[in-house]
Every structure is written in structure tokens, then in C-alpha cells.
């Protein structure tokens, strides 16, 4: 069965006025419009374009309870533990997201230690929705962005310390540079570099003594790093040659969005990437990062599991941020796709929860007779959504058009799925 879904952007602050609905093909709210859910999530469930379809269910959330076996298929209906307390859930989240500023940095959990987290919360009395709660629900939330702007920019994991060194000796150089140094911000963050756990050590420093408002070491540090990062800027305009042009120019971008937030510091010990389009990042559980710039793709597990570490002006728990994070410098963690067939690439995360199909087609020369056709074999519930052009997507029980800025749930019994037409459509689905 396709059924056609829809919903309207969250207005989140950092959301762009014009990205989505530049996307989507249609008029601007005038809000900020930050991300575009499509899914169950009870946070913001998709609205089904025609009830009557199912049963006269509103939303998908309310199908999938009252008709789990019709809406996710069997193996998702009945799970493999009839006394877990969760129902039938559908396991992804799809997002169209659109970052005019920088998003807070954070970091999910494993499923273990959600559940751990959960319970002991439920068991504290914690209300569902305290803004010092951490653990909302008993799942992880490992999620993969794909590019769609000319570039993204983000924050991806903590950086070797080899160059977060390189990074602090361009930034004593800057001091020696300037009219009025003061090595003493930079000498304290390089004793907690020198330590056997030199990041877990920093993270947790930066974050516990830069909640102290504008007195203190960190405060100190991150205003000397800002006002270094700022000479930069009228060094590099008279042509002067830096070592971490970008790297400062976000303390730069991070100090105009949060003033005096310690994240500023932590930026400079995590990975500084730009992807161009229609590459994709995958964040696993513990991996610190902050959207910083862009339009994208974003899947996730369904899960509003976040753990925050500077950027924000929400609740930050460092004892639990701490036992979250993955403190272990690694590359960039690009994930590439499997080229399945012509025009169709799928991305296939080490989760159980999800993977996105990214299916493009261009149009055929003239003098070539037809259509063209691509296909993709589901093996559990889908929900597609077209961003360019115009597709008639045929099943083993149906067909329905897809046309740009339409999105479609697709029930699992539909099988094999041809997408006939041009443009370029993004698919979620199950493993």
C-alpha cells in the first residue's frame, strides 16, 4: 500500500526561513523552518493525506498502533520478545533539515545505555517531559546526514591530539602576536591536554568550570580564544598564510551564535568537516557533533535521546555526557554508498534501525524511446520523499505518482518498487 504523507517544518530558531520550502517547491512561511519530520515519532508524527485510505487514522502513529501488522509488516508487528514493554514502533525517523545556524553539540547513547538511563529516570520520577531529563526513551539514536546544499558544515568526533596541539601552537603564536598577551588562558588548557586521558579530561573541565559564569579559568580561555581567533580574521585579510583558517573561523561563527559558551573551546578539539553534496556522514552512538551550516537528508532511529555538550542553552548532565561520549580520536566517519543498480545507492549503517536509498534518474536523450526505471526490493516499511522532478512509483499491489515536495509511507508488502520518471527521490527503510 502507498500512502501519502505529509507535516509541517519544526520552527526550531536555528532553522532557515528558506531552505526546505526552496527544496520542496513551495512558499516560504516566513518562520524559521529547521526540519521536516517524517515518521511516528509521537513528537511530531506525519499527518496522512487521506484518512479514509486507513481506516480513518490521522496520523501515522495512529495507524501503526491500531494496525501494526498492516503498516509495518510481520516481522515489525510481532517482535522477537513478546513480553518487551515497547508496541510495535516503526524504528526510523526521515528529516529534511535546514540549518541557518549552529545546532548544539551533542551525543546519543548505545542502546544499553538508554535503557539503563530510562529506567533509572522512570524509577526517579522523573516527568517524561523535565528539561533535566536525558533519557526520554529506552533507545539509541545513531543518525547519517546527506548533503544537499553545495556544501554542510559540521563538528564530526574529537580530532587527533597531534593537531589539536598544531591548533593550540597557532593560537600562542597569535598571542605572542598581539598587543597585550596572555599565555595564562592557553597554559591552562594545555595542562589538561598533557594527561593520560587528555580529552575526557578537557571535555570535562571546559564544561563544569565554564558553567560558572564569566569568572574562572574557562571563561578566561574562551574569551582569549575568540578575541585570537578574531586577529586572525584581519591577519589573514592582509594575506597572511594560517595553519586552521577553518577550524578559527568557527570559534568565530560558534562565539557570535553562544557568547562565552565553553563549546566554543570544544570546537576546536573535534573533527571540522564540509561535506559537498550528496556526500553523508554517519554519527554512532558517543560520537560528539554540532550541525553547523546546510541542507540535508537526515535518518535517524526513532529517539529523542540526546545528550548535550555545550552550544545550548538547555540542560547539560556532564556525569551522563561523560559516560556517553566516545573520547577516542578517529577520521572523519564518512559513510559510502553500495551502488545496487544504475542511479540507485543505498547507505547502510552497522544498525539495525535503518538504511537510506538514494535513487536519481536523469532524462534520456530524444532519440532514446522510453522511461527511465528504477528499482529497489523492500524488505520492511518505507517512506520515500521526492526533492526534484516527478516519479510514478509502482509496487506488487499498487502504483502512486510522486511528484517533488510529495512523500509516500510504503507498507512492506509492496515488495519490489519501480520508480519510473526523472528527478531524485530518498527512500528510508529497514535492513
Request: glycine content about 10%.
Amino acid at each position: 500500500m502507498f500512502v501519502g504523507i505529509t507535516n509541517s517544518p519544526r520552527d526550531y530558531a536555528w532553522g532557515s526561513t528558506t531552505a526546505i520550502a526552496g527544496l520542496l517547491g513551495y512558499v516560504p512561511s516566513g518562520t524559521a523552518e529547521a526540519e521536516l519530520w517524517l515518521g511516528a515519532h509521537s513528537g511530531s508524527p506525519s499527518v496522512i493525506t487521506d484518512p479514509e485510505q486507513v481506516g480513518g487514522h490521522r496520523t501515522l502513529l495512529e495507524w501503526i498502533q491500531a494496525a501494526p501488522a498492516e503498516a509495518l509488516g510481520t516481522a515489525l508487528a510481532a517482535p522477537a520478545d513478546p513480553s518487551a514493554p515497547v508496541q510495535p514502533r516503526l524504528p526510523f525517523l526521515l528529516k529534511i533539515l535546514a540549518a541557518a545556524g549552529p545546532l548544539s553539540l551533542q551525543a546519543h547513547p548505545t542502546s544499553e545505555r538508554a535503557r539503563i538511563g530510562f529506567g533509572l529516570e522512570n524509577e526517579a520520577g522523573l516527568p517524561q517531559g523535565a528539561p533535566d531529563r536525558n533519557y526520554r526513551d529506552p533507545f539509541h539514536k545513531p543518525e547519517l546526514i546527506f548533503a544537499l546544499s553545495d556544501t554542510f558544515e559540521a563538528l564530526c568526533g574529537f580530532r587527533d591530539l597531534v593537531q589539536i596541539r598544531g591548533i593550540l601552537g597557532e593560537l600562542r603564536a597569535l598571542d605572542v602576536a598581539s598587543d597585550n598577551p596572555q599565555p595564562g588562558a592557553l597554559d591552562a588548557l594545555e595542562r589538561h591536554l598533557l594527561g593520560g586521558d587528555a580529552l575526557r579530561d578537557s571535555v570535562d573541565w571546559l564544561l563544569r568550570d565554564g558553567r560558572g559564569g564569566d569568572s574562572g579559568e574557562v571563561a578566561w580561555l574562551v574569551e582569549r580564544v575568540v578575541a585570537l581567533a578574531e586577529s586572525a580574521a584581519d591577519l589573514a585579510e592582509s594575506g597572511a598564510i594560517l595553519d586552521f583558517p577553518l577550524e578559527l573561523a568557527t570559534v568565530r561563527d560558534l562565539a557570535r551564535a553562544y557568547p562565552g559558551d565553553p563549546g566554543i573551546v570544544i570546537s576546536l578539539l573535534t573533527n571540522r568537516v564540509s561535506l559537498k553534496r550528496g556526500e553523508v556522514l554517519y554519527l554512532p552512538a558517543g560520537n560528539i557533533h554540532a550541525y553547523l551550516f546546510g541542507l540535508g537528508v537526515e535518518l535517524m532511529a526513532a529517539s529523542d535521546n540526546v545528550l548535550r555538550g555545550g552550544l545550548s542553552p538547555k540542560h547539560i548532565d556532564v556525569d551522563e555526557l561523560l559516560e556517553v561520549l566516545d573520547f577516542t580520536p578517529l577520521p572523519v566517519p564518512y559513510l559510502s554508498p553500495v551502488v545496487s543498480s544504475p542511479g540507485v545507492s543505498e547507505y547502510r549503517p552497522d544498525v539495525d534501525d535503518f538504511v537510506l536509498v538514494h535513487i536519481a534518474a536523469e532524462a534520456v536523450p530524444v532519440s532514446q524511446a522510453g522511461v527511465p526505471m528504477r528499482q529497489f526490493t523492500l524488505t520492511g516499511p518505507a517512506i520515500a520523499i521526492c526533492t526534484a522532478g516527478g516519479f510514478l512509483v509502482a509496487g506488487a499491489g499498487s502504483s502512486v505518482p510522486l511528484n517533488r515536495g510529495e512523500s509516500i509511507y510504503i507498507t512492506p508488502d509492496e515488495g519490489m518498487l519501480t520508480f519510473a520518471g526523472v528527478g531524485e527521490v530518498f527512500l528510508a527503510t529497514t535492513p
